[in-house]
Nanobody, 123 residues
Framework: QVRLEDSGGGLVQPGGSLRLSCAASERTAYTFVMAWFRQVPGKERDFVAAMNWAGMRVLYADSVKGRFTISRDNAKNTAYLQMNSLKPEDTAVYYC????????????????WGQGTLVTVSE
């Protein structure tokens, strides 16, 4: 079973940048689509970005368009989320996800999840 390990979170000031990484233990059909979601305590997990294997289909949540960039290095089985111009409302636990089907914003379409990495945007 593929394992996803996300990392790169931390404390950053508003306007700052962070890059999250998601390393998959192996290349499988379940990493055909890689995505990022985020969750604030007491709220649902929200979609952030997704990209398919070839990078031909990329989705972003409206709230992060123009600030966040998803990418992947298939040779390293790793996906990334570059986050620029961070805002306090971006504070959340960020989770990477892997799926074998469609590139989608729907969390239930993803089969495997990382353990989460905390991003805090504050002065």
């Amino acid at each position: 079973q593929v394992r996803l390990e996300d990392s790169g979170g931390g404390l950053v000031q508003p306007g700052g940048s962070l890059r999250l990484s998601c390393a998959a233990s192996e290349r499988t059909a379940y990493t055909f689509v890689m995505a990022w979601f985020r969750q604030v305590p007491g709220k649902e997990r929200d979609f952030v970005a997704a990209m398919n294997w070839a990078g031909m289909r990329v989705l972003y949540a409206d709230s992060v368009k123009g600030r966040f960039t998803i990418s992947r290095d298939n040779a390293k089985n790793t996906a990334y989320l570059q986050m620029n111009s961070l805002k306090p409302e971006d504070t959340a636990v960020y989770y990477c996800a892997g799926g074998s089907r469609v590139t989608t914003m729907t969390a239930s379409e993803y089969d495997h999840w990382g353990q989460g990495t905390l991003v805090t945007v504050s002065e």
